[in-house]
């Protein structure tokens, strides 16, 4: 039961079918009439009730159904005009940029009907009026009868209680007239239909029930109000927008305007575009720069060394931002008439490695997945002799420039991997020496000099002279002969211990020099020879009698001058009775195994419960690179802070395009508000204009970025020789998608809850 009490004030006859009623404060202009429209017989008599005399008007309520409007929350409104009343305009109010079956589908996409039943029930609703050939057409492709069919259908389609019909064949020709009030008439025979009409012949030709109002009053009521039993309680039935129907009535309006979107979306892209550059190039370098740097310092060993090493403690780390301050000119002055002292040792601290031989059989057993190999520097003691023609001479090994390469864990060989073979051979035992010269196959002369070649006035030697040349490295029992004084002395019976029987021959075998790719070749330019020589000599070194003597003794051997601690293991190291390593390098299968190492490294340190057990390594690699790092790191975040001012002006931008939309679209917002759409269903309509305009955006962007990429490619390697350096990553593309719709949706929201704010009257008469 729909029951109207006490008429106040004067509003428009089209308040009644823009508020359906949500005002109750409602009269007439002078000559107009209400027609209520029922099939005799029906039971539906007196369904709309006049209370009060016809020349007087009272404060009063609207009833629906035995609940009073007084109290109707904003949204119980919206819901009673969505699914209680129907309505058909006098200008039809169509959207034009949706097709007939969507805006038939309207009223019911705001019900929350499922995509088939909303549409099944549309095209019923079409067939009944007459339109079942026009379903794909918008409604500038209709003549003025058939709109109006269209918004009878979109009236009856959500099934509402009452039809409210606003003037509507005040636009129509009389015969058009006549089939659309013979369609009404249809429709009343199982609904309730308000009619508002100036056409007095229409009124008493279909009416089943006439109000007529003059001047501001009632002057006539063909059937005046019977006082009804009240009914059940009304019950309302929510309105429900969902995101995703929004996206689709937005984007069906989007289409209408192509033009003028990828304009939008142009514009609003060029943040995006400039930012996938900026992030293209820096991703780009920093791969042309790790590509570089993984090749250029793949052999850059670990290098960790028995000898004092600088450690950062926190006192120095306090220190070092202190510095890092200064620089950038952030500097905090002490206001003092004092000066403040200071310890230097607690701001730096050294730390000296100690070997042990539990640490060097660690080292042993590390996996030759991820370490290629594993270099000792030992103090050697390499009493060589040389026999050039008849004479044999002692070789001063200062001069001879005498260095070890690395042990081999996995792979090929150590020289094999980073010198080239100039003559000879590469050694295959621990006997092979090789003769190592610089990028220019230079030596230095006392070098020759040592090997028996008489240097003055010669500029160059023959590679064959030099591969082939023997030694003899004399053990410690026959390279030193006891004193009667308990000391000992050097045996300088050169040829009857260049004859000894526990001699070691060795002999050069090959030519080498550093491979142009290699960028740390850690071989002096002198004589190489292998790690297993130096271990094999010094074990025979440990056990020889001058090396036990000097242990036991406080006084050096050779001087019988008395000795500390210090010196007698310097001396020891001397005669090669120390088997501790004072340098250990190790190095990584390639660039990315570095990582387990150093994680091996640590897994030592972390089972130390003493600081000074713990031993300190040196990754060079990591030095370098984390200052390229750095810098790259601080330039792109530069060049990206200043493109994102590019974003700020699109998200303004945006904010004015979405208002423009809002005040182009007044009249849409009022027929969705007339159809009970929310206030937060009018915003997610243009929230989800503004979504997919900034996927749109972002989208176009990154294409736009990837395409500029090629000529930036081009240009780029014409100047510099590097390929591919702008790479625009996946995740990046991603991203700033996102991003380009988070802040076209920020931009667009304020727009978006003013359109929602609109009055659906005023909406409607500023459309028009």
């Known amino acids: 039961m729909l029951e109207l009490k006490n008429i106040k004030k004067s509003y428009t006859v089209s308040d009644i079918t823009t508020n359906a009623l949500d005002d109750i404060s409602v009269s007439f202009r002078e000559n107009e009439f209400v027609a209520i429209l029922g099939a005799s017989g029906s039971g539906k008599t007196t369904c709309l009730n006049i209370i009060g005399g016809l020349d007087r008007y009272d404060a009063g309520d609207l009833i629906i159904n035995g609940k009073s409007t007084k109290n109707f929350k904003e949204k119980e409104w919206d819901a009673y005009r969505n699914n209680t009343i129907g309505f058909v305009f006098q200008s039809y109010n169509l959207i034009s940029h949706l097709s007939i079956v969507a805006n038939v589908e309207l009223g019911m996409t705001l019900s929350g009907v499922s995509r088939n039943e909303k549409h099944k029930k549309a095209l019923e609703v079409l067939e009944k009026v007459g339109l079942k050939d026009h379903l794909n057409k918008k409604p500038n492709q209709l003549s003025g009868g058939q709109m109006q069919r269209v918004a009878i259908a979109r009236a009856l389609a959500n099934n509402p209680d009452i039809l409210l019909c606003d003037e509507p064949t005040g636009a129509l020709d009389t015969k058009t007239s006549v089939q659309i009030m013979d369609l009404i008439k249809e429709v009343a025979s199982d609904k309730l239909v308000i009619m508002v009409t100036h056409n007095p012949e229409l009124a008493y030709k279909y009416a089943d029930r006439i109000v007529e109002f003059q001047d501001g009053k009632i002057i006539n009521d063909s059937n005046p109000y019977t006082k009804l039993e009240e009914s059940d309680r009304f019950r309302l039935k929510k309105t429900s927008m969902s995101f995703l129907t929004a996206l689709r009535i937005s984007f069906n309006n989007i289409r209408t305007k192509m033009g003028r979107t990828f304009l939008t979306a142009f514009a609003s892209?060029?943040?995006?575009?400039?930012?996938?550059?900026?992030?293209?190039?820096?991703?780009?370098?920093?791969?042309?720069?790790?590509?570089?740097?993984?090749?250029?310092?793949?052999?850059?060993?670990?290098?960790?060394?028995?000898?004092?090493?600088?450690?950062?403690?926190?006192?120095?780390?306090?220190?070092?931002?202190?510095?890092?301050?200064?620089?950038?000119?952030?500097?905090?002055?002490?206001?003092?008439?004092?000066?403040?002292?200071?310890?230097?040792?607690?701001?730096?601290?050294?730390h000296t490695n100690i070997f042990t031989e539990e640490y060097i059989a660690y080292l042993e057993k590390i996996d030759p997945a991820i370490c290629k190999s594993i270099g000792y520097s030992r103090a050697v003691s390499l009493n060589l002799l040389k026999k050039n023609e008849d004479k044999v001479a002692q070789v001063n090994t200062g001069n001879i420039n005498f260095s070890s390469y690395p042990t081999v864990l996995s792979g090929t060989s150590y020289l094999e991997e980073n010198y080239d073979l100039l003559a000879g051979a590469y050694p295959t035992d621990e006997t092979g020496l090789v003769l190592v010269v610089d990028n220019k196959n230079r030596l230095e002369q006392n070098i020759a000099l040592e090997l028996g070649f008489d240097v003055e006035d010669v500029e160059s030697i023959k590679f064959n002279d030099l591969v082939g040349i023997q030694l003899k490295a004399v053990m410690n029992n026959d390279y030193y002969s006891a004193t009667e004084y308990g000391g000992y002395t050097l045996n300088?019976?050169?040829?009857?211990?260049?004859?000894?029987?526990?001699?070691?021959?060795?002999?050069?075998?090959?030519?080498?020099?550093?491979?142009?790719?290699?960028?740390?070749?850690?071989?002096?330019?002198?004589?190489?020879?292998?790690?297993?020589?130096?271990?094999r000599v010094i074990a025979i070194a440990e056990e020889s009698d001058i090396?036990?003597?000097?242990?036991?003794?406080?006084?050096?051997?050779?001087?019988?001058?008395?000795?500390?601690?210090?010196?007698?293991?310097?001396?020891?190291?001397?005669?090669?009775g120390n088997a501790i390593p004072y340098m250990i390098?190790?190095?990584?299968?390639?660039?990315?195994?570095?990582?387990?190492?150093?994680?091996?490294?640590?897994?030592?340190?972390?089972?130390?419960?003493?600081?000074?057990?713990?031993?300190?390594?040196?990754?060079?690699?990591?030095?370098?690179?984390?200052?390229?790092?750095?810098?790259?790191?601080?330039?792109?975040?530069?060049?990206?802070?200043?493109?994102?001012?590019?974003?700020?002006?699109?998200?303004?931008?945006?904010?004015?395009?979405?208002?423009?939309?809002?005040?182009?679209?007044?009249?849409?917002?009022?027929?969705?508000?007339?159809?009970?759409?929310?206030?937060?269903?009018?915003?997610?309509?243009?929230?989800?204009?503004?979504?997919?305009?900034?996927?749109?955006?972002?989208?176009?962007?990154?294409?736009?970025?990837?395409?500029l990429t090629f000529p930036i490619n081009s240009l780029i390697y014409n100047a510099t020789k590097l390929e591919h350096v702008a790479r625009l990553q996946?995740?990046?593309?991603?991203?700033?998608?996102?991003?380009?719709?988070?802040?076209?949706?920020?931009?667009?929201?304020?727009?978006?809850?003013?359109?929602?704010?609109?009055?659906?009257?005023?909406?409607l008469r500023t459309g028009d």
Request: hydrophobic share 45%.
């Open 269 to 350: 892209s060029i943040g995006i575009i400039g930012i996938a550059l900026i992030l293209s190039l820096s991703v780009g370098f920093q791969i042309q720069i790790d590509d570089f740097q993984q090749d250029a310092m793949a052999e850059f060993p670990i290098i960790i060394s028995q000898q004092a090493t600088e450690v950062d403690t926190e006192e120095f780390k306090e220190n070092r931002q202190e510095m890092m301050d200064q620089m950038l000119g952030d500097v905090e002055y002490v206001d003092s008439d004092e000066v403040y002292l200071y310890d230097e040792a607690e701001r730096r601290a050294m």
């Open 492 to 535: 300088l019976d050169y040829d009857k211990v260049f004859d000894a029987e526990n001699n070691i021959d060795l002999k050069i075998v090959g030519i080498v020099r550093a491979k142009k790719d290699v960028s740390f070749a850690i071989l002096n330019e002198g004589i190489a020879y292998s790690d297993g020589l130096a271990e």
């Open 547 to 576: 090396v036990k003597s000097q242990k036991e003794s406080d006084h050096n051997v050779l001087t019988m001058e008395e000795v500390d601690e210090e010196a007698k293991e310097q001396l020891l190291t001397y005669l090669g």
């Open 585 to 707: 390098t190790v190095y990584p299968i390639n660039f990315q195994t570095k990582d387990s190492i150093l994680e091996y490294l640590d897994e030592y340190n972390d089972k130390q419960s003493e600081d000074e057990d713990k031993i300190v390594y040196t990754d060079l690699a990591d030095t370098i690179t984390g200052m390229t790092s750095g810098i790259m790191d601080g330039i792109t975040m530069v060049l990206i802070a200043f493109s994102s001012t590019a974003l700020v002006v699109s998200l303004i931008m945006i904010s004015i395009i979405t208002y423009t939309s809002v005040l182009e679209r007044t009249k849409e917002i009022g027929i969705l508000k007339a159809l009970g759409a929310r206030k937060k269903d009018i915003s997610r309509v243009f929230d989800a204009e503004t979504c997919i305009l900034g996927v749109f955006s972002g989208v176009l962007g990154i294409v736009i970025a990837w395409l």
């Open 730 to 763: 996946l995740s990046h593309a991603v991203i700033l998608i996102i991003i380009s719709t988070i802040l076209t949706m920020l931009g667009g929201h304020i727009p978006a809850r003013i359109a929602s704010k609109k009055d659906a009257v005023e909406a």
